[in-house]
């Protein structure tokens, strides 16, 4: 029946108009169901293609590509640990070594997978047995942790039932009973622990370090004998394992040594108060670091390249390690010292304390420094601090930058110069040295009264008078002989700004750590303004009196100081690194700069110097320096500085010499003229 003859057989029967859209919703089923069909294929045909894409991924994957992901799969599930490349030599400026690395063997171990603790303890107690192991660093606190982990049971026993109750009730933590049964365990029950068992725990607590998957260092230094039995033992000592170290050499001994500085041990790992920031820089914990010193400052120089080792295990789960990167060794660092110079020095500065052993005026003298730089680029060309003790002497060079003292009249330099620039007295200005009186005080003076003189006399002849004016001056003082002295005190600010411009009483910037400034005093009365301007008043440091002095030397110009000149690549000698002199602060009075250059030169010419420096071949100008100081029983003990450089003309290297408690009777010479002109000896005769 076709479309037309079932429209005309609806229409007889229909007995209401049809409406629009009835005939098409008649047929509509019809269409529906060729949509759908429609959509079914489509559906099939794109599962069919998702199928196929799946199937050609797959395969791809599986066969294609199968090396590759493999090789991904082994990179990201591989555990990797480094190890340490020997650091960087440290010489001095001619290539002389200071320190240098010496080789040593170890045992490690390398924890298999799977093992127990019990098999733990049975590997210590076998290596207690056939090797050397010392118990000397064991403590109390760990013989008592130990006991808790032997006998278990008798150490539960030792907290009652009451305390149990508690703990169970949430009143105490398992802390709590820990510390308990620490307090407990008497010494007493530790002396069931023969020396086996203690020797055997101090290896399983090595054992049991953690280190981040490197391998534990379980003894330094092993003996070739020990190695020898190891390598033929080594199926008996599962996981263990012979490896090559560096230990940091010093073929100077004590010389230069503190300055120098140390490396962490890998037992020592990681100083606490740097770990986050080494860790962040991917440090393992136990990584040997420099700890102080040029070693410390310099550790991203010296350290070397680390060698990455990827760790797999075998089919009995012993690890095995394979290079995937070569390390290289850490960089040589050239310093500015001159290594014969300073044993020289060093070997004066003995003998000349030995010579004053016996002599009760210089009773109280027990330690001295001496410093010299050179003034064009701030190396540090020596620095020696030796103390007395009761075993001989001991040299630490860091003394140098860590003791302050007053330093009496060596800072007059500093104050004519800032006398001068200020215009509170002008080159050549005449003034009478002769006490100062001020109201409820002591009479103020020079060593003698000088008369009339001006400024290069008051330095050479080392005038308090002449400063004391100077300061009163500088701080708007009207002086009477007994009056009150009347002295704005922000003058004290202008002063130590002027200082510091010599590097007085702030950092010399050297690339040391821990270096200290000295005191400031903080008691700002009138007179003790007077005290300020000869050095009596603040401290400093026997480097600072150094880059003070170096200062003058270089008509005013203030440069770092520096102690590493360059680094170098051992292997190719290409320079890898270069400390180049840097420029802190220029002074800006020339003329005032040179006042204080005559001064200096006055000084050993025809001044308070000549005793020893004006017979040297060489010409130097120098300035003496005595502060008022108590010794250790509060006997008064004055101390003895002197600031120089030579030659003259043209300086090479500037000094300083400072001697704490140098005397306790005025018939004492300053005994810093007599250390310096030995030590010149050195290089200019």
Known sequence: MDKNSVISRFKKNRKSPIRYGEIDQLT?????????????????????????????????????????????????????????????????????????????????????????????????????ENFEVSTDNLRIRDLKDLFIMLHNDEANQLINDSEWEQYRAGQLSDNDIYLMKLDRITEGMLLRFDDRTRRAFVIKQAMDLPSGGREKIIKLNA???????????????????????????????????????????????????????????????????????????????????????????????????????????????????????????????????????????????????????EPQTGDVILAVGVRRTSNGYAVDSTMTYTDAMAIGSSVKGATIYMGLTENVVKPGEIIRDEPIKIKDTELKKSHRNLGLINDLVALSMSSNVYMFHIAMRLGGAKYEYDGPLRIDLSTFNVMRNYYSQFGLGTNTMIDLPNEQTGYKGAANLGGHLLDFAIGQYDTYTPLQMAQYVATIANNGVRLKLRTVKEAYQSSTGFMVYQNSPEILSVLSNESAIRRVQQGFRLCVTDGLCRSYLSTMKVGIAAKTGTAEALSWDGTPSPNSTLVGYAPYANPEVAFSCAVPNSWNDRSQTNICQQITAEILKYRYE
Request: proline share 2%; aromatic share 12%.
């Open 28 to 128: 509509r089923p019809s269409d529906i169901q060729k949509s759908v069909t429609f959509r079914l294929q489509i559906f099939g045909v794109v599962i069919i293609v998702l199928m196929a894409t799946i199937l050609f991924r797959l395969y791809q994957v599986q066969v294609v590509d199968q090396q590759y992901y493999q090789d991904r799969l082994e990179i990201y599930t591989r555990r990797y640990q480094t190890v340490t490349t020997p650091r960087g030599e440290i010489k001095d400026r001619y290539g002389d070594i200071l320190v240098a690395n010496s080789e040593q063997l170890v045992i490690t171990y390398l924890p298999p997978l799977r093992v127990t603790d019990r098999e733990k303890w049975d590997l210590a107690y076998l290596f207690a």
């Open 223 to 373: 003996s070739k004998e020990e190695v020898a039995y190891l390598v033929e033992h080594i199926n008996l000592y599962r996981g263990f394992n012979v490896a090559i170290s560096w230990n940091r050499d010093y073929p100077q001994g004590s010389t230069l040594r503190t300055i120098l500085g140390n490396v962490s041990t890998s037992q020592q790992g990681l100083p606490a108060e740097k770990l986050i920031s080494y860790l962040a820089l991917d440090y393992s914990r136990n990584e040997n670091v420099g700890t102080s010193g040029i070693e410390l400052k310099y550790e991203d120089v010296l350290k070397g390249a680390r060698s990455v080792y990827s760790l797999s295990y075998d089919t009995e789960g012993i690890g095995m390690l394979n290079a995937v990167i070569e390390g290289s060794k850490g960089y040589d660092v050239i310093t500015t010292f001159d290594l014969g110079w300073q044993l020289h020095a060093e070997e004066v500065i003995k003998r000349i304390m030995d010579v004053h052993k016996n002599n009760s005026y210089r009773k109280y003298m027990d330690k001295i420094y001496f410093v010299m730089t």
